[in-house]
């Protein structure tokens, strides 16, 4: 596996690629130990210096899609039909739980499934999981913590959040 952490408005983010796929953005906190980056072949430093490229661009508001190489997500079936989803709620727009939970048919608890599933998503930023809100329009968890996804969301809508930490 290569790494490369990159510096955002929302605190650095580790990027992991492997067999020249994108595993996952991580987001790294202050207080987490410093991993060094790695490149293990050409073909990941590629993808490395392209993931960093296309999150910088988003940053800066050039970007509303990624266009990277990704790897087939480790999770469930659910999981994956979730994360299809939320690539579909567009740049500047957001979906609630609920919705999302109706949209894959379910009932009930299903937006406590879809929450749970959205949660587990390797790629925030990349795939969206912050455009997901509660249905009464509140910023409910977030795995970056709610700080970042407020921030994201700011961003989207056009405004000029000043940088987390």
Known sequence: MSTRTVDSPIGPLRLEVSDARLNAVVFVDADAPVV???SSS??????????????????????RDFDLPLTVLAGTTFQHQVWGHLRRIAYGE??????????????????????????RN???VVVPCHRVIGADGSITGYAGGV???QWLL???????PAPLG
């Not at 700011?154 to 000029?160: D, L, M, T, V």
Request: hydrophobic residues 35%; without cysteine.
């Open 36 to 38: 060094g980056d790695s």
């Open 42 to 63: 050409p073909a990941d430093e590629q993808v490395l210096g392209l993931a960093a490229t296309q999150l910088a661009e988003y940053f800066a508001g050039e970007r």
């Open 94 to 119: 957001t979906s609630s739980y609920g919705r999302l939970a109706g949209a894959l048919g379910l009932t009930g608890h299903g937006s406590r499934a879809v929450g749970g599933a959205n949660g």
């Open 122 to 124: 390797p790629l925030p």
């Open 147 to 149: 700080a970042r996804k």
């Open 154 to 160: 700011a961003h989207e809508r056009g405004e000029a």
